[in-house]
């Protein structure tokens, strides 16, 4: 991979930072800790509510989440209308497949997709359990200097390093 | 609720942006940022933390900071960051990625995000059960940083340290392997 090619496609990560920090302490002023993890909470609410209100009402996990006419759910809509915005607007190449996982595992689009069916299954399903992910406690927590975010934090980057060297193997190391 | 509706759409759309832009919705990258073969997403995720840190304490002084801090369930917690480490690093996405992978093309991410619904879905019908069993004995509060330096500027600056010192450590160790980038 052609570093100096592929780098000038991205921004350099500390303009970058500054930039984020600047939207996050924009959140913090006009709604409160950023999360993401909560917005798939609001959505699956606002789809559920319309078959099966009762039990909606009756699950103490949707009770404490507002549904999808709420500033969660306009966070994560406007994030896919951000993505949309700028890939649209950059020349960033976009895959169905990552290369690394091409190298490792083939071309199958069935065995990936199933693959990240499967891996946005487990991380809602822990980010639930801890009450948010990589945004809603590592990042909102650390920046409230929580306990929660850096424990999760420092777990969540150890685990996610072990398990991409099994996933990988020595693939990643040739690429 | 009108202005919260369009504030939330605009925080994402300058987000998803963001990260579309550094490239954290690429799991190519991700991937190779848990390798430790590329830095400059964890680099980027730590600095952000640092920056919006001095910053909300800024907010704080001034007085128009909406803070909630997650209480830490030494059990729920650590399972649940467990749980999640093995789910990023299989599939290299998180879930605010997976919103602005999908809206940039990226059908992995689509499948993800699918993915991503029906785990809060099932978590949302078995949190009752998990909860008690999990979460509740062992959760010992909304603890931070300031509990034990005594006040909040002095936790910012051992933020600050700590981060500094892991962004350092990534610059040092996160290396492209072919050698193209040598000590």
Avoid at chain 1, 99 to 114: D, L, M, Q
Avoid at chain 2, 178 to 183: A, E, H, V
Wanted: contains cysteine; charged residues 10%.
């Amino acid at each position: 991979m052609d570093k100096k090619k592929s780098s000038s496609l991205y921004w350099p990560w500390l303009p970058a930072a500054f930039a984020l920090a600047g939207i996050i302490v924009f959140i913090f002023a006009t709604f409160g800790p950023p999360a993401s993890s909560s917005g798939f909470v609001s959505t699956m609410k606002g789809a559920v509510q319309t078959v099966a209100p009762e039990y909606v009402e009756n699950k103490p996990h949707y009770a404490m989440m507002p549904d999808t006419g709420s500033w969660l759910f306009a966070f994560v809509l406007g994030m896919a209308i951000g993505g949309f915005a700028a890939g649209r607007t950059g020349r960033i190449p976009v895959r169905d497949i990552p290369e690394i996982w091409e190298n490792r595992f083939g071309n199958s689009r069935i065995k990936r997709f199933a693959a990240t069916f499967a891996g946005g299954f487990i991380i809602l399903f822990a980010a639930r359990l801890a009450g948010g992910c990589t945004l809603g406690l590592f990042i909102s927590g650390s920046t409230q200097l929580a306990v929660s975010g850096l424990y999760f934090g420092v777990l969540i980057f150890a685990v996610a390093m072990v398990t991409a060297r099994l996933v990988y193997g020595s693939t990643g190391k040739e690429e | 609720m009108g202005a919260q509706i369009w504030l939330g759409v605009f925080s994402g759309i300058a987000f998803g942006f963001v990260i579309q832009r550094v490239g954290a919705t690429n799991a190519n990258i991700m991937a190779r940022a848990h390798l430790m073969i590329s830095g400059d997403i964890p680099k980027f995720m730590l600095m952000a933390v640092i920056l919006s840190a001095i910053g909300l304490l800024g907010l704080e002084s001034a007085g128009v900071a909406n803070t909630r801090v997650l209480p830490t369930s030494l059990v729920a917690t650590g399972v649940a960051g467990i749980l999640f480490g093995i789910g990023w690093g299989f599939c290299g996405y998180c879930p605010g990625t997976t919103w602005a992978a999908a809206g940039e093309g990226r059908m992995d991410a689509v499948f993800a995000l699918i993915g991503g619904l029906a785990g809060a879905a099932v978590f949302a019908h078995l949190h009752e059960f998990f909860i008690p069993l999990l979460y509740d004995p062992f959760n010992v509060g909304q603890i931070t940083l300031a509990d034990w330096t005594g006040s909040k500027p002095a936790a910012v600056i051992l933020l600050t340290l700590v981060f500094g010192l892991c962004i350092g450590a990534i610059h040092l160790f996160w290396k492209e392997k072919n050698g193209s980038q040598t000590p």
